[in-house]
């Protein structure tokens, strides 16, 4: 008698408890053992085979991005020549090989491979806002050689029509030296009272180690840089599922929670923060880019290194580490170090190098986390085989994670009923 009324206390005071008990596992999406491409036309199939523009094997996507609609978005940067396009959808027709790619806004779009940099020449990632809109970065680069300068570019994911475009000025990158990967976005007056007219765009430079910030309502964009977005030598070489390589890559992954930026160089255990307010007041940066040293802080260091990273609205940071392959989830509320990294259920054979991640809401409500996993490590050593799966979006629901911390923690701390 006693205990059951206990127990009703407690799950009236911790309705999550009940979900925590059932873990969530990851889901295949979808999957590929090489990229599969659409084209509008057999023709113009034809011709990108016999230009060198289609070369399959060359094509490894590194961003997913799902949006409400069903519809999910794939970047595929031109590392090389053979990419017929580098920002795409993925179609519901199906090849042996996995589903069937289309270009998007449309081939036209995507089909210049740098001789018009109008077009888009080399998606990276893309950032998708409450606003309906979709952030493309595009590095302008194919294959190490620069063809543009990097722009940014704004699709209104309504109308499927670019809204926006900002080209980078040559101040900011340096030409065949830089390569500007990942933009995060923070709209400051978001939907449904605000009219998405105020936002901020971070993107990193991950080979001249920087950080780019664009502010919209200047219509500018100014440079950082801080020794935190340097590789560190000695954990430059990666071992992932066997495999080691060496990959001396800076700034690489970012998250915000709206008040500071998260980042960590990808050759790197450690991950760093700085105020936004600190990187959206331009006049900082007026004299010099390495400046406000003392606003950059380390965070903590994890048990290996991750690439991609995201944050979800608990403030949760999610990243995989390469050895052992693990999700983790480092809450804000506890120390970040290797005793609070938590280790989430999570299939290791699903989850190579995921150079991807984004935190979505999907249909039901809940938080998803979503993952591009490319197995990169087997394209760093030559080992890649067309015979397996080598390419997998998924997804994974993270309700069973999600505490708020405040009643959780004072709850589970003190422990009154025993
Ligand atoms: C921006 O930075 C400048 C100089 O570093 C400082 O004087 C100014 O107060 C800052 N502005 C805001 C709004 O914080």
Redesign the pocket.
């Known amino acids: 008698m006693r205990t059951n009324i206990f127990m009703l206390l407690l799950l009236a005071l911790m309705p999550h408890a009940l979900m925590s008990l059932k873990q969530r596992d990851l889901e295949t999406v979808y999957q590929w053992r090489q990229l599969v491409f659409g084209f509008p036309t057999e023709n113009d199939r034809r011709l990108a085979l016999a230009n060198g523009n289609l070369v399959p094997g060359n094509a490894v996507p590194i961003d997913v991005a799902p949006h409400r609609k069903s519809r999910v978005f794939v970047t595929i940067p031109r590392f090389q020549t053979g990419i017929p396009y580098s920002l795409a959808l993925v179609s519901d027709q199906r090849d042996v090989n996995g589903p069937i790619l289309q270009p998007y806004p449309s081939y036209e779009w995507n089909n210049a491979h740098g001789t018009d940099c109008d077009k888009i020449t080399s998606a990276f990632r893309v950032a998708i806002t409450a606003c309906n809109q979709m952030f493309v970065i595009d590095s302008g680069n194919i294959g190490g050689y620069q063809h543009c300068p990097p722009q940014l570019l704004v699709f209104d994911l309504n109308t499927d029509t670019l809204i926006q475009r900002y080209r980078f000025d040559s101040d900011l990158y340096l030409s065949d030296g830089s390569l500007f990967i990942t933009p995060i976005v923070v709209v400051q007056d978001p939907p449904p009272k605000g009219s998405c007219q105020r936002l901020h765009v971070y993107i990193a430079d991950v080979n001249n180690h920087g950080l780019v910030i664009y502010d919209s309502k200047l219509n500018t964009a100014w440079r950082v840089e801080n020794k935190f977005m340097y590789p560190d030598p000695d954990h430059g070489t990666h071992t992932i599922a066997g495999d080691t390589f060496t990959l001396m890559d800076g700034i690489f992954g970012l998250a915000t929670d709206g008040r500071q930026l998260y980042f960590h160089p990808l050759a790197s255990l450690s991950e760093y923060a700085v105020p936004l ?1 600190v990187l959206n ?1 331009r ?2 940066f007026l004299n010099g880019v390495a400046v ?1 040293e003392d606003q950059f802080r380390l965070v903590g260091r994890r048990s290996s290194q991750c690439a991609a990273q995201a944050m979800d609205s608990y403030k949760n940071l999610y990243c995989v580490t390469f050895n052992p392959i693990t999700l983790t989830r480092w809450s804000s509320t506890k120390p970040y170090d290797v005793k609070h990294e938590n280790r989430m259920s999570a299939d290791p054979h699903l989850l190579e190098f995921v150079s991807g991640m984004k935190v979505f809401r999907g249909s039901s409500g809940k938080e998803e986390l979503w993952m591009m996993s490319n197995r990169y490590q087997k394209v760093a050593t030559g080992t890649l085989s067309d015979g397996e799966i080598n390419y997998r979006v998924v997804r994974r629901v993270l309700d069973d994670v999600q505490h708020p911390p405040s009643t959780h923690q004072d709850l589970s701390s003190g422990l009154i009923f025993t």
């Open positions: 307010s007041n006049t900082n406000r």
